[in-house]
């Protein structure tokens, strides 16, 4: 039995550093998180990133926040390498009646300016619930 309990932690330990974590760490997210240009944002700019975090913080369970990591990133968990990994949210020039854009290549956000966290979080979901449908032919 102690030998099947070492192989299973073994083998958990390999899964998460070949497949990565399914858990997000919302403070370790923010801390490997670039704004770009954040000191020449404006007021209503900075609000936007804003909401933005308190929709991932407080506004989702962490099901929903792998789903907004995925949409922004492409990956289907968080690698053991994340400290290497870098988000750049970029402010985009539009307003909040916009989509978010990524660039999952760059794991670049463009976020739209949002006046609340909730609409911040509307604009998401409709993303990431949408994403794979928007772009296909019937």
């Known amino acids: 039995a102690a030998h099947f309990r070492l192989c299973s932690n073994e083998m958990l330990l390999l899964s998460r550093r070949v497949a990565g974590a399914s ?3 919302v403070d370790e997210w923010r801390r490997n998180t670039v704004v ?6 404006g007021r209503a700019a900075k609000a936007s990133v804003q909401h933005f975090w308190t929709y991932i913080s407080d506004g989702c369970d962490n099901a929903e926040r792998l789903r907004v990591f995925s949409f922004i990133t492409g990956l289907c968990a968080v690698p053991s390498s994340w400290p290497a990994l870098k988000i750049t949210v970029m402010q985009a020039q539009t307003g909040g009646g916009h989509l978010p854009k990524v660039h999952t290549c760059f794991f670049t956000l463009d976020l739209p300016v949002y006046t609340t966290p ?3 979080a509307e604009k998401f979901r409709y993303a990431c619930d949408n994403v ?3 772009f296909t032919e019937n």
Do not use: A, D, Y
């Not at 770009?36 to 944002?41: C, I, K, N, S």
């Open 118 to 120: 909730s609409q911040c």
């Open 132 to 134: 794979g449908t928007l």
């Open 36 to 41: 770009t240009h954040e000191h020449r944002l």
């Open 23 to 25: 858990v997000i760490n």
